[in-house]
């Protein structure tokens, strides 16, 4: 029977305190910059913090020093209840081995650094649970979410500007986006989800674009630092209109 029951709430807290008490501003505009570590076409949104601007509001991102630094915080929950969806053979008695009914949490907390138009540095801790779960511990065994304690999912460097300079590379651990995702993509649903570790490039024109990567799939362990696969490479070229 696994014995973590509880949820980092408190991080999110502490940013929420931060408000509060006006220590956090956001400015009435918001800008769109490109994020470090996934898909340039996919914008988020930062604010240009100001003194004496308007109070953080729910929903505004957690930015500071005009915009070079910028938090984000995710905590995601949900309830799962699996029965017979290992062979869908419910002629038997016996049990599957993913049958069981569990909450998953996951947190997530992000810091981006952008000190200008050139570089974008991205780093993002993760820690994921399974909760009230007699599944394995570890993520994948016998089809199990398994619990990661924190760790480091992201940390990565872009070094790129498209108005300037038709090239651009991202370096270091980041999540990998194509199309709709069936081969290659973050794979978001689950609970921990997947990175990698490598380099990745991109030749950006007017209507079309080029991306060529090498990469290694990390894998993720519980109590125990996630490291890359170094048997397992991964190369590729995407092409996109």
Not at 87 to 107: E, M, P, V, W
Not at 180 to 196: A, H, K, M, Q, T
């Amino acid at each position: 029977m696994k014995k973590s029951y509880y949820i980092l709430f408190l991080p999110g807290l502490v940013m929420a305190a931060l408000a509060a008490s006006g220590i956090v501003s956001a400015d009435d505009t918001l800008k769109k910059t490109a994020p470090a570590g996934d898909d340039f076409k996919k914008p988020i949104l930062t604010a240009d913090l100001k003194p004496g601007a308007n109070a953080w509001r729910p929903g505004d991102p957690m930015s500071f020093d005009h915009g070079r630094w910028t938090f984000d915080v995710q905590e995601r929950l949900r309830f799962e209840s699996r029965e017979n969806n290992f062979d869908f053979d419910g002629k038997g008695n016996a049990l599957s081995i993913t049958d069981d009914s569990y909450l998953l949490q996951r947190f997530r907390m992000g810091l981006r650094y952008k000190p200008d138009d050139w570089i974008n540095a991205y780093l993002q801790t993760q820690d994921s649970r399974e909760i009230g779960s007699n599944r394995p511990d570890d993520p994948g065994f016998f089809g199990a979410e398994g619990d990661q304690d924190a760790s480091l999912h992201q940390a990565n460097v872009t070094i790129a500007n498209f108005k300037e300079f038709p090239f651009g590379a991202t370096v270091g651990r980041q999540e990998l986006g194509y199309g709709d995702e069936r081969l290659i993509g973050p794979f978001d649903w689950n609970n921990i989800g997947r990175i990698f570790d490598g380099i990745k490039f991109r030749f950006q024109q007017a209507n079309w674009n080029l991306e060529a990567f090498a990469v290694m799939p990390v894998s993720q362990y519980t109590n125990h630092f996630d490291v890359p696969d170094s048997d397992d490479k991964f190369f590729g070229l995407y092409y996109q209109m």
